[in-house]
């Protein structure tokens, strides 16, 4: 490599911003797809985790995998429809690590199907975890964040919160509308100091293409997927230009889609 080319590397690793190191990150849904890859990123970039998730064992094989690695993580089991677990685990990062720096409202699921289905309890749960969980999640760090005067809480919203994933995604297109707004809400009644983020997907290779319990729907999911998905790894990024930058800079919204997608 050449002398100058070799100076511009070792200026870039110089500038590439540092702010992740030792921040306290908290990550519903942390044990798969979106979440993990996120973890893994954010562990690489110094952070300290604290991560919740129904799955009791790969959750802890997430955390003792960032731990050989030389991260700091800790699981606590988690359902997000269930506000008492999650104070819990916003309150396990605050005693162990002193204070929570991110709360990362990950937590989801996309149960899809035409309206005529009327499949109510499959919309019963969408709202409960996609628009309940992500309250209740504000509920239990702002608090912290506003004696703190800092902090910031990134929601996981969609393209269908943009567009109405008609005819089959009416309900998980209105809880990811829902979340825009509580997202915008936040952001203008946010105390100094906290930031707030909303990401917006398109198709990501994550477990929410499983959800669909109606055939001709799934079919319909799998194949969108298969031919659009993009690796979970490429929202992580977006989460982490989102966080890495200094607290007088408040990226509100990414929205990211595969370059193939035309939805």
Same mark, same amino acid.
């Given at each position: 490599?050449?002398?100058?080319?070799?100076?511009?590397?070792?200026?870039? =690793?110089? @500038?590439?911003?540092?702010?992740? =190191?030792?921040?306290?990150?908290?990550?519903?849904?942390?044990?798969?797809?979106?979440?993990?890859?996120? +973890? !893994?990123?954010?562990?690489? /970039?110094?952070?300290?985790?604290?991560?919740?998730?129904?799955?009791?064992?790969?959750?802890?094989?997430?955390? *003792?995998?960032?731990? @050989?690695?030389?991260?700091?993580?800790?699981?606590?089991?988690?359902?997000?429809?269930? /506000?008492?677990?999650?104070? +819990?685990?916003?309150?396990? +990062?605050?005693?162990?690590?002193? /204070?929570?720096?991110?709360?990362?409202?990950?937590?989801?699921?996309?149960?899809?199907?035409?309206?005529?289905?009327?499949?109510?309890?499959?919309?019963? /749960?969408?709202?409960?975890?996609?628009?309940?969980?992500?309250?209740?999640?504000?509920? +239990?760090?702002?608090?912290?964040?506003?004696?703190?005067?800092?902090?910031? &809480?990134?929601?996981?919203?969609? &393209?269908?919160?943009?567009?109405?994933?008609?005819?089959?995604?009416?309900?998980?297109?209105?809880?990811?509308?829902?979340?825009?707004?509580?997202?915008?809400?936040?952001?203008? @009644?946010?105390?100094?100091?906290?930031?707030?983020? &909303?990401?917006?997907?398109?198709?990501?290779?994550?477990?929410?293409?499983?959800?669909?319990?109606?055939?001709?729907?799934?079919?319909?999911?799998?194949?969108?997927? @298969?031919?659009?998905?993009?690796?979970?790894?490429?929202?992580? !990024?977006?989460?982490?230009?989102?966080?890495?930058?200094?607290?007088?800079?408040?990226?509100?919204? &990414?929205?990211? *889609?595969?370059?193939?997608?035309?939805?």
């Amino acid at each position: 490599m050449r002398p100058g080319v070799r100076a511009l590397h070792a200026r870039a =690793r110089m @500038e590439k911003p540092d702010n992740l =190191r030792g921040k306290v990150v908290v990550i519903t849904g942390g044990s798969g797809g979106l979440g993990a890859a996120t +973890a !893994r990123l954010l562990a690489k /970039r110094g952070a300290q985790l604290v991560l919740g998730d129904r799955s009791k064992d790969r959750l802890e094989q997430l955390v *003792r995998e960032l731990q @050989e690695a030389g991260g700091q993580a800790k699981a606590v089991v988690t359902d997000v429809v269930k /506000r008492d677990q999650v104070n +819990a685990l916003v309150s396990t +990062a605050v005693k162990d690590f002193g /204070r929570i720096d991110v709360l990362i409202n990950n937590a989801g699921v996309m149960p899809l199907a035409p309206l005529e289905k009327g499949l109510v309890e499959e919309w019963d /749960r969408t709202i409960d975890v996609n628009v309940k969980g992500v309250l209740y999640g504000i509920a +239990a760090a702002l608090p912290h964040m506003t004696r703190q005067r800092s902090g910031h &809480i990134v929601n996981i919203a969609s &393209i269908a919160g943009l567009k109405v994933f008609a005819p089959i995604g009416t309900v998980y297109s209105a809880t990811k509308f829902a979340v825009r707004a509580l997202s915008e809400g936040l952001r203008a @009644e946010a105390p100094d100091g906290v930031r707030t983020t &909303i990401i917006s997907p398109g198709a990501v290779k994550t477990g929410l293409k499983g959800h669909t319990s109606d055939p001709a729907s799934a079919t319909v999911v799998r194949e969108f997927y @298969e031919a659009n998905e993009i690796p979970p790894e490429a929202v992580a !990024r977006a989460i982490a230009y989102a966080l890495e930058q200094p607290p007088e800079v408040d990226v509100n919204e &990414i929205v990211l *889609r595969p370059t193939v997608q035309d939805f």
